[in-house]
Every structure is written in C-alpha cells, then in structure tokens.
C-alpha cells in the first residue's frame, strides 16, 4: 500500500497533530499522534463540535466525502445514512 497523501490541515482543527490524508472510499483521514492511529476525518470534525456516539454515523449533507467541515456534517443512525445516500448511488 502507498504512503498516504497529505491534502492539506482540517479547516477550524487546532492542533497541529492532525493532518488531512485521502483514505479508503474517499473518505478523509486523521492521523491522531497521541493514539498512534488513523482516525476518520469527518468524525474527528464534528467531535469537535458534539459529543459522538459509536453506534452513531456521519453523514456528509454536501456528499462530499473528504470535506472536514463541521457545518456540513451530521449525526444520523446508520438507517438513515443508507436511506439518504440511495439518490446519489451510481449503477452501472
Ligand atoms: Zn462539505
């Protein structure tokens, strides 16, 4: 596997630790120094915001997957992800 590209720092992320990496399924990546691992992006983004649950999933209101931006994230149940994400599935 490649090293991971680093995109650029996470818009409103204090610290310097973190750094945007691409990451499987389009989806961005933290390296969290401290822990010593990956962590998802968008989550890390809004965690910063609210306090996250693990059975909990992230959705991206912009479908962008690699946006960090806590305004564009939002807390939903796995259901209602799969349920908003069916309109933007691309069949082939
Ligand atoms: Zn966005």
Do not use: K
Not at 25 to 38: E, L, M, P, Q, T
Request: glycine share 6%; charged share 25%.
């Amino acid at each position: 596997m490649s090293a991971p590209t680093i995109l650029s720092l996470g818009a409103g992320v204090q610290s310097t630790a973190l750094a945007l990496m691409s990451g499987d399924h389009g989806y961005g990546r933290f390296w969290d120094a401290s822990a010593r691992c990956n962590r998802l992006a968008h989550r890390v983004a809004l965690g910063f915001r609210q306090a996250l649950s693990d059975e909990m999933q992230v959705d991206h209101l912009c479908r962008n997957r690699i946006c960090v931006r806590p305004d564009h994230l939002e807390e939903v149940t796995q259901q209602e992800n799969i349920r908003r994400a069916l309109p933007f599935r691309v069949t082939r």
